[in-house]
């Protein structure tokens, strides 16, 4: 299936989806059907709820009347009834071509399209409908909904927020909706817009840790570093279990060089998800930092086994085999932190003077020349961080 909503989609909004499939899912009921004993034989089936007779039944029919449109309407829907949406499509799609009047088969069609994953289908589909709707209709908001969710889906948040806003309007007690309209806000970068959805969430729910966090990565990216740390604060303390809640809040403190309190947010990010590779990292940076080698050591070779495409464990792992006086162990972890993070100063500045130490003057003063072209690099934002942190986890349950 393709990508629908990412990792930290509302839950709320599966019931929200829900509701409006099972709202328009039944168009194809009420057609005038052929008066022939299988198509009578076909309806009285699915009636009974059995669905996959029914199906045998209706593709009978399809075979003897392969020009009358209401054998594919009534199969595509028994296909989305099993939750066969991209079977579903194609049903639909020879319907509408051979009844484009039928009543609730278009809306069918883009339901099918939104649960298959076919975004970009449902959007124009739902946007066609929208035309010819009243705008303040019901089915009208229903559809302004669907297309908000579809935008969002696809990731095409500038898109998606003007019809999340005004599905928001048109219910103002959904916080499934304010939430995605916050996570829209913040993929687009409109910081503002996430601020002031966070003060209608916290109407609706003054104890939401997924909208505080949302408020904190705002407030990191407008360089609010203070009311960031102290969303995230909030979040941890609304519930202690988020995901990414005390990584971001971690993250945070580490940015601010406030090391030991960070130290015990990746500690708790840990109990929560044992296999975070970004948490082990960033402790372990932690207790590097505050002259704790022997905690960092375990937690490096564990970061690096989990998720040997991070950059900053090679880094520190070469750190503390040069401390150690293990030199050859140490170039060959700056230099696998160099590939994979050709343009981090400290990685060339730390591998130049690890080769000046063992006498390799020329290749010392290769990495040397590269860190003149290099800046030491602004940490990124929460934001970056936890999305990392949340593509690393995909990637290993894929």
């Not at 009534?74 to 484009?100: C, D, M, S, W």
């Not at 900053?312 to 030199?327: K, S, T, V």
Request: with cysteine; proline share 5%.
């Amino acid at each position: 299936m393709k990508r629908m909503f990412s990792a930290r989609t509302p839950l709320a909004l599966t019931a929200v989806i829900y509701y409006l499939l099972q709202v328009s899912a039944a168009g194809v009921f009420g057609q005038k059907l052929s008066t022939a004993d299988p198509t009578q034989t076909a309806v009285a089936l699915e009636q009974q709820g059995r669905i996959i007779e029914a199906e045998a039944v209706w593709k009978t029919v399809m075979k003897l009347h392969p020009k009358i449109s209401d054998s594919y309407a009534h199969i595509g829907f028994l296909e989305a009834r099993q939750e066969h949406y991209t079977e579903a499509v194609p049903y639909y799609r020879k319907a509408l071509a051979l009844n484009p009047a039928m009543p609730g088969l278009r809306m069918n069609l883009g339901l099918a399209f939104f649960k298959a994953g076919q975004l970009k289908d449902a959007v124009s589909t739902f946007a066609l409908l929208l035309k010819s709707e009243p705008p303040a209709s019901p089915e009208a908001q229903r559809l302004t909904t669907l297309i908000g969710l579809a935008n969002y889906g696809l990731g095409e948040y500038d898109r998606a927020i003007p019809y999340l806003r005004k599905a928001a309007g048109y219910d103002p007690q959904s916080l499934p909706l304010r939430l995605a309209l916050a996570h829209s806000c913040l993929g687009s970068k409109q910081y503002q817009c996430v601020l002031d959805t966070y003060k209608e969430i916290l109407i609706l729910n003054a104890e939401s840790a997924e909208a505080d966090m949302l408020a904190g990565e705002a407030m990191d990216a407008m360089q609010d570093h203070a009311g960031a740390i102290q969303q995230f604060r909030s979040a941890v303390k609304a519930n202690p279990n988020e995901p990414n809640a005390h990584f971001g809040l971690g993250y945070l403190l580490w940015t601010q060089n406030q090391y030991p309190e960070a130290a015990q947010e990746f500690e708790a990010e840990l109990t929560n998800d044992p296999d975070s590779a970004q948490a082990m990292a960033y402790l372990a940076d932690s207790e590097i930092r505050m002259s704790q080698p022997d905690k960092a050591l375990p937690l490096l070779q564990n970061a690096t086994r989990i998720s040997p495409a991070m950059e900053l464990p090679h880094l520190d792992l070469g750190i503390l085999h040069a401390d150690a006086g293990h030199r050859e162990e140490a170039l060959a972890e700056f230099n696998i932190a160099a590939k994979l993070s050709p343009d981090d100063f400290a990685v060339h500045y730390r591998l130049a003077r690890l080769l000046k130490s063992m006498g390799r003057q020329q290749s010392a003063a290769v990495e040397f020349e590269k860190t003149n072209s290099l800046h030491q690099t602004a940490s990124k934002s929460v934001r970056d961080q936890i999305r990392a942190k949340i593509a690393t986890e995909a990637s290993k349950s894929q």
